[in-house]
């Protein structure tokens, strides 16, 4: 009878440790210490009981086994990250009278995100950051806050929501506003916080041991007009076939052409305009049209001087060209990007470390100006520039990083450095924390 009634109370203790939250502990206790009284249990026993049942409870809901929660609270996952920024902001005028202006700040992200799976094909994910979404260049391209105003309050702003389904193990469906579908080594036309809204669907297929392709291609809607007074809606058909191939155990290549057909938006004038697009005389609206074409490859290689006897975890290559095809654009329409990174190809855990150079020239009419780096010249085409980034490992989730800019505009199709006016640095300082 005393061996039924303990596996009857270890059978209610397991109950009662759904979710795991103080008051249930609060309550195992309870019953425990009855039992005890009882004599059901001896003390040890129930302490024993306790500790290996709470824990076992606790590793299962880790793991989404413990059947007895709901399927929403197993299949839903939280993610988010915190970054603690120092950036300094120093420009030179042209003019020598005039000198230079420095702008330092201290400034937050916070970003925190939600997928749940709702069935074996279809997934949901939504997102908030710190951020703007008044229509200003800083809205779709900065989720920074800056430390500022007396102490105020930071805006929220919802930064991603879509579905997600998986037709079939190699088509998958995506609507709302989402991660960038399209695939770039570098951010030569895509900053990297644009979050693109519309519908996307994307191709995988392995077609060898070695060998995968890709097609990703969207329908991405730039702007809603009032149809009565300023024309259609303005979007971005895209395109982009591609392959992975690798070439050995250390060796990988990827590589991938795009296209990009912006529709409806000459003789608009676009949210987040950097300004630096060619306008209609007189006027603030676009003069051109954008239908781009941005070919990329990106060569990876572990342990690459391991002959030399050198310690080099990783090396990656990679190069992006874009140009703008439209027939009236005739000069500044085409831009480049080469660079590489090397150190730790994740950087993880305490002394990992990374390095990222690239060198970049965006033509004023290459492509939209609502879409490159903001970081970069202030998100604007027409410029050259340098970048350096710095990675260095804190520890498991956390890191610090080091930003540096030097970007110039240049005032005619492909100037030399002889010709650069406005220069401008950007120092950014980040302690990175994800959980």
Known sequence: MKKLLTIFA???????????????????????????EKGVLTAGEAQQIGTETKEQVKADIAEGKFSSLPAWVQNTKLKGDFRLRYQRDHAQSSSSTTGSNNRDRARVRVRL???SKVNEKLKT???????????????????????????????????YAYAEYSALPWLTLIGGKFKNPMWEPGDLMWDTDINPEGVAVKFSKKISSKTEVFVNTGALVIDEINTATRGKDPYILAIQP?????????????GASSYFDTINARDL????????????????SLQYQYETIAPALELSMKEPLKKLKIDLPYLALFGEYVENLAHDVKIDNTGYMVGCKFGAEKVAKWADWQVRYNYSMLGKDA??????????????????AHEVMIDWG???NTWLGFDFYNAWKFPGNFASSSNRTAPTWIYQFDWNMKF
């Open 10 to 36: 270890v059978a209610v203790i397991a109950a009662l440790c759904i979710g795991i939250s103080s008051s249930y502990a609060g309550e195992i206790d309870i019953l425990l210490q009855k039992l005890v």
């Open 113 to 115: 995100g939600m997928d």
């Open 125 to 159: 994910g939504i997102g908030i950051a710190t951020g703007l979404s008044d229509g200003s260049t800083d809205a779709a391209r900065s989720t920074n806050a800056t430390l500022e105003n007396g102490n105020s309050k930071k805006a929220i702003a919802l930064d």
């Open 242 to 254: 591609g392959v992975n191939f690798q070439v050995s155990d250390a060796v990988s290549l990827k």
């Open 269 to 284: 004038t676009l949210d987040g305009t950097a300004g630096t697009n060619t306008k209609n005389t007189g006027l603030t």
């Open 367 to 384: 492509v939209l100006d609502i879409l490159p780096d903001s970081d970069r010249y202030g998100g604007k085409t027409g410029m050259r």
């Open 394 to 396: 804190l520890g498991a």
